[in-house]
């Protein structure tokens, strides 16, 4: 197996998790690489992506693994090639088993363009210390609905008018775009939405800390 680093920018943003598959497999095909399928009625390509993100999003760490035998720099040579705008393969990792992306990943780190006066900025910074921050969270059965998502701000930086936040990713998700309309609501800060770029994916390491993804791609 083989697990691609993908961006995910440009009009690629608004498309959905599940489009997005679509693309990945169509470039498969125009690329020529021989993917295994599926078994059974309706047999599919056997891709697997990472954590979704949410439409509108950026991201330069996303992954997909791929069941190929190729050599892994042959599927980044030729997937570029023939991939859309927006969606181009970063870095290969050949490995020995399923990574598991989706199942592992607890946490990934974001960065968006932020203004705000320093006394704002600074009660900001201390977010990670509180113990309940309930937020509105929204959702298509319950569009009032709030969230305590505390427990999944993970570490929160600002510099240079930019602010980097590591949140829970996963299996128990902090959506970056409704964290970032929460603290435009609670600090007064302004927030390009459209900035908002995933930068770095985590899973757990064997000592309980965050263990960056591309680093545990080289070890599996």
Not at 7 to 26: F, W
Not at 116 to 140: F, H, N, T
């Amino acid at each position: 197996m083989i697990t691609l680093r993908f961006e995910k920018q440009l009009a690629m943003r608004y498309v959905s998790h599940i489009d997005l598959l679509r693309h990945i497999e169509r470039t498969m095909r125009r690329a020529g690489v021989p993917v295994a399928f599926s078994q059974g009625f309706n047999p599919h390509m056997q891709l697997n992506l990472g954590v979704p993100l949410p439409v509108g999003v950026g991201s330069v760490c996303e992954y997909v693994t791929v069941d190929t035998e190729v050599d892994p720099h042959y599927l980044l040579t030729v997937y570029n090639r023939t991939a859309p705008k927006g969606l181009r393969a970063l870095q290969a990792w050949r490995t020995l088993k399923h990574p598991n992306m989706a199942g592992k990943t607890v946490a990934a780190t974001y960065t968006m363009a932020i203004r705000g006066e320093d006394e704002a900025l600074g009660a900001l910074a201390k977010l990670p210390e509180r113990q309940s921050w309930v937020i509105a969270y929204p959702s298509r059965k319950n569009p009032t609905a709030t969230r305590d998502v505390a427990a999944g701000v993970f570490g929160i930086q600002i510099a240079d008018g930019l602010l980097r936040a590591t949140l829970a990713s996963g299996n128990v998700t902090v959506r970056p775009d409704l964290f970032a309309e929460a603290l435009m609501q609670e600090f007064g800060v302004e927030i390009d939405l459209d900035s908002i770029l995933r930068t770095a994916q985590y899973v757990r390491g064997q000592d309980g800390r965050l263990l960056a993804a591309d680093t545990y791609l080289s070890n599996v």
